[in-house]
């Protein structure tokens, strides 16, 4: 048992940060990106803070588009105020954001905790500055529908993944199974952006792979907005962005020198210390999956890191990854000869580390890979490759931990895409049970129909089956649901379309059962009315699947709102997974207007069944309904010819007269 499961992980587990680190490393994308960077931060005290190039070289050519940091920092440094106030997460639901991310803020799923989303105040002042910018505008409209790469350093990395936030939401079709477009956001030193909410609505969007963030070994600004908001030295983040401006423009710029001179002020060692307590705080609280445990900041990361090194660079898209080895890599320090790096050089270091790159890895390969073990397995040797690219050393005392932690991430990263495609065959093998409810529904379909044959328990043995069928397919989707809650399916689960339509066939079909099951045991009399009491969460979840998907009317919860074209038959399957709980409603209505006498009571209740007889009328004309709701003996049939006895009396004609 122990072998099988060694080669299973031998045959599905190959470690691959290092050769999508080496990929990235090699191709010629992160030097024109740094190069559009640097040709920003030239520029960067201008009044446009980006600038632009390519598109013009044929078809498929990228538009590179970088972004500068400095005004948010000129302004940050003009403005004073402390980390809480300048680094402050500010939610997107706003009436300003919240037009321009309205993908990421309107079809939030509830979460648990109900943390809202939300950026840091300094770069979405820098954003909210460029949208009111004509130029800024103009250049959004050349470059619609066309493939873009958004780029920037330290402050500007983080504008820049706003406008790609803000690009993505506005190109994105109003369908949510739309690809995303074609955007690239590469940043360099960034700093953290949002919260983890921020990060779970990006994955459930499908659009963390639209983002790669390069960090080098040593850099502070990336792992800084790890500490408590009130104790970050402002002066560092806001020192290091104009550390990057020409000369003339820092001597233009007054607030530089004083910058400067807190910054050479400031304890390197006592900073690294700063940072290397709370970046090891937020990785033992990923490792411990602790929610709970108070964070000293709220920022976590999306999207793939590069972590780069003198020695190569290594590549994770798992954001538990990430923020253990943001700080694995910061913890590990260089050998004594080499000494410490100054902060202003690892945070300006990536001109030189992008061309630096692909020549050690032609260099590694000349010289040959290092020789392992016999009893190393792929994957082993993979992570030894991914730490020493990364810049952990096997000495490293930090080692051991990144090296558990990669393993970790991995299998927490895979699992939940092999846990949805091992559901795939479980739903193939439960579609039988779905087939025999087809199959008994249309056996009744001519007389009774399917829901009031369940209820009466017509034909024992047949109903029996069905039973046995409505319970598996119900414990199917409940440990589907189970299985999304506890985070052992991908984020996007919910937005996929094979998984949305399944459940939704499965809802129209199955539900009507379930509503019989409840009015037969008398439930609505003991626990209340199906639609506000009795209904399963499940299908409580897939409506508003549904409802993400864009098919069904929020306002009534209709399927069939979108629809069209005019049906020419009946529809297989009645569009309103409720209807035959609101005939039960009419039909209780009916029978209790006959006998009210306060006229008052009588009042309403006509008027929520005239409510019901306009919304049936219209689902059967436009024929949303399934034959079975018009058999000669079923509830629908009998309540129409109850409720057409009932308006024949005076007093209701007169009521129904007013509506």
Not at 61 to 67: K, S, T
Not at 205 to 228: I, K, M, T, Y
């Amino acid at each position: 048992m122990e072998d099988a499961s060694r080669g299973e992980e031998e045959n599905s587990m190959f470690e691959t940060s290092h050769v999508l680190g080496a990929l990235l490393a090699s191709s010629p994308l992160l030097a024109r990106a740094w190069d559009r960077c640097a040709a920003a931060a030239d520029g960067g005290a201008s009044s446009l803070g980006f600038v632009h190039s390519g598109g013009g070289g044929g078809e498929g050519e990228p538009v590179c588009v970088a972004f500068s940091g400095v005004q948010a920092a000129l302004s940050a440094a003009a403005g004073g105020g402390g980390g809480a106030e300048i680094f402050k997460p500010v939610g997107l639901r706003g009436d300003a954001a919240g037009r321009l991310f309205a993908p990421l803020v309107a079809a939030e799923p509830e979460d648990a905790g109900g943390e809202p989303v939300a950026v840091q105040a300094l770069a979405l002042q820098g954003f909210l500055r460029l949208c009111g910018s004509p130029e800024f505008q103009v250049l959004l409209n050349q470059i619609r529908g066309k493939a873009v790469v958004f780029t920037g350093h330290s402050l500007g990395g983080a504008i820049a993944a706003l406008v790609a936030l803000h690009y993505l939401c506005t190109s994105s079709s109003s369908s949510a199974f739309a690809p995303a477009p074609p955007v690239l956001c590469v940043t360099f030193g960034s700093p953290l952006l949002g919260n983890q909410a921020l990060s779970r609505a990006i994955l459930r969007e499908r659009w963390a792979g639209n983002f790669c963030h390069v960090v080098s070994q040593h850099d502070v600004v990336p792992r800084l907005l790890f500490c408590p908001l009130n104790v970050i030295p402002v002066h560092i983040v806001v020192g290091m962005q104009l550390h990057q401006l020409p000369v003339r423009a820092r001597r233009a710029a007054g607030v530089v020198a004083t910058v400067t001179a807190r910054m050479a002020d400031t304890n390197q060692e006592s900073l690294r210390q700063l940072i290397q307590e709370h970046a090891g705080e937020a990785a033992i609280e990923q490792k411990l999956a602790a929610p709970e445990i108070p964070s000293g900041s709220p920022y976590r990361p999306f999207g793939a890191y590069v972590l780069c090194s003198p020695d190569g660079a290594a590549c994770v898209d798992n954001p538990t990854a990430a923020v253990q080895m943001l700080y694995a890599t910061f913890a590990a320090r260089r050998a004594p000869e080499t000494g410490a790096v100054p902060p202003e050089a690892a945070h300006s270091c990536y001109g030189d580390l992008v061309l630096s790159m692909p020549h050690h890895l032609l260099l590694k390969r000349r010289l040959g890979a290092t020789v392992t073990a016999p009893a190393a397995s792929n994957y082993d040797v993979g992570i030894s490759i991914a730490l020493e690219a990364s810049g952990i050393t096997g000495e490293a005392t930090e080692a051991a931990l990144a090296r558990q932690w990669l393993k970790t991430s991995k299998r927490v990263g895979r699992s939940p895409s092999l846990n949805c495609a091992s559901l795939a065959t479980r739903l193939g093998r439960i579609t039988p049970c779905r087939a025999q409810i087809e199959w008994y529904k249309a056996l009744f379909d001519a007389n009774t129909g399917y829901y009031d044959a369940f209820k009466q328990r017509l034909s024992l043995k047949k109903f029996s089956k069905a039973n046995m069928y409505r319970i598996k397919l119900a414990q199917f989707w409940d440990g589907v649901l189970s299985m999304l809650d506890t985070s052992q399916l991908p984020y996007d689960f919910h937005r996929r379309a094979k998984w949305v339509n399944a459940a939704h066939f499965y809802q129209l079909l199955v539900e009507p059962l379930d509503i019989a099951d409840y009015h037969r045991n008398n439930l609505h009399r003991t626990r209340g009315s199906y639609i506000t009491h009795g209904r399963e969460r499940r299908y409580e979840l897939f409506d508003k699947w549904w409802k993400q998907k864009g098919c069904t009317d929020p306002s009534t919860g209709d399927t069939s709102a979108t629809t069209t074209a005019r049906r020419s038959k009946f529809a297989g399957l009645t569009q309103d997974p409720c209807f035959w709980a609101r005939v039960e409603e009419a039909r209780e209505q009916t029978e209790s207007a006959k006998s009210e006498r306060d006229m008052t009571l009588l009042a309403r209740m006509l008027e929520d069944l005239h409510k019901f007889e306009r919304h049936s009328s219209e689902l059967v004309e436009s024929k949303e309904v399934s034959i079975d709701v018009v058999a000669p003996q079923s509830s629908y049939s009998l309540w129409v010819k109850e409720w057409n006895e009932l308006k024949l009396r005076e007093e209701v004609r007169t009521i129904l007269f007013q509506f």
